[in-house]
């Protein structure tokens, strides 16, 4: 009996281990980055779910400091526990360079429409399955995501 719980707490640590290590970003380095065609459907000729948000739907420009400062908090609360400001993982990818990586309204889905997006997006698949946690919903509202979205602009 002693061997088997010391195996079960062996495959038990093996695995927190790999969910807290195994978690990719997609660095794009073999062609298309992941996310880069936006919405799902975007790139199969398929319209995207309804509700999810689209290019047209986000208007970048210059930085706006108030909305960083405000994604900043907001990561501070929700986000900080499972993603870094710098490349390493933690739970979930870093943040550094996301937005080299990913197009801003994939962003925005993943961070709104988390469910959507794991439900109807290859590339979301993708992360679930080298994450091996599912990003919970933070009940963002859409300007909120949009500040996150705007901090993770300074990164």
Same mark, same amino acid.
Request: glycine share 12%; proline share 6%; charged share 20%.
């Given at each position: ?41 975007? @790139?199969?000729?398929? @319209? ?16 706006? $400091? ?46 709104? *429409? ?20 599912? #990003?919970? *919903? $933070?009940?963002? @509202? ?9 901090? #993770?602009?300074?990164?």
């Amino acid at each position: 009996m002693r061997l088997l719980n010391t195996s079960l707490a062996k495959m038990t640590f093996l695995a927190a281990i790999a969910a807290l290590t195994a978690c990719g970003g997609g660095d794009g380095a073999a062609g298309t980055p992941p996310g880069a065609g936006g919405p799902p459907g975007a @790139s199969s000729g398929k @319209s995207a779910p309804a509700g999810l948000i689209t290019a047209a739907d986000i208007t970048l420009g210059d930085i706006d $400091q108030g909305m960083v400062e405000k994604g900043r908090a907001t990561y501070d609360v929700k986000c900080q526990a499972c993603h870094s400001t710098g490349p390493n993982r933690v739970v979930g990818p870093g943040w550094k360079g996301v937005t080299e990586r990913r197009k801003p309204e994939w962003i925005m889905n993943m961070m709104l *429409n988390i469910d959507v997006m794991l439900e109807t997006d290859a590339d979301a698949q993708a992360q679930l399955e080298e994450c091996l946690v599912r #990003m919970p *919903n $933070q009940g963002l @509202s859409k300007d909120e995501g949009r500040e996150v979205l705007e901090f #993770m602009r300074t990164l």
